[in-house]
């Protein structure tokens, strides 16, 4: 069974920063494609950023050159530094996983894009201006 359990969401003001991690287990995580996923209230659910295998990554327009993700594979962990947050990065936070084999996460959930398999609990993060 896999497991991703988010942390490191919190409440701060505009332009500071904050790193989400992601605990993964239950399956061999260094041949995973994995990354992150928000929605904030009346709003869809979008991608944030991804990471392939090979350390790939792909990130969404709105936190271009503001958001990094990488992973630790001999931690099975996954992060996302946020650097300077602003109110419009307020959402709940989700960490999501592709099963072996695949890579649906590149895809950050554009139109006609399939879901990664896995997903996360969500961790809040809220930025005040």
Not at 19 to 36: D, F, T
Not at 43 to 60: D, F, H, L, S
Not at 88 to 110: F, P, Q
Request: aromatic fraction near 10%.
């Amino acid at each position: 069974q896999v497991h991703l359990v988010e942390s490191g969401g919190g409440s701060v003001q505009a332009g500071e920063s904050l790193r989400l991690s992601c605990a993964a287990s239950g399956y061999g995580y260094s041949g995973v494609c994995m990354g992150w996923f928000r929605q904030a209230p009346e709003k869809k659910r979008e991608g944030v950023a991804a990471i392939g295998p090979g350390g790939n990554t792909r990130y969404g327009d709105s936190v271009k050159g503001r958001f990094t993700i990488s992973k630790d594979n001999a931690k099975n962990t996954l992060y996302l530094q946020m650097n300077s947050l602003k109110p419009e990065d307020t959402a709940m936070y989700y960490c999501a996983a592709d099963r072996i084999g695949y890579c649906n996460v590149l895809g950050l959930g554009r139109p006609g894009q399939s879901l990664p398999d896995y997903w996360g609990q969500g961790t809040q993060v809220t930025v005040s201006s």
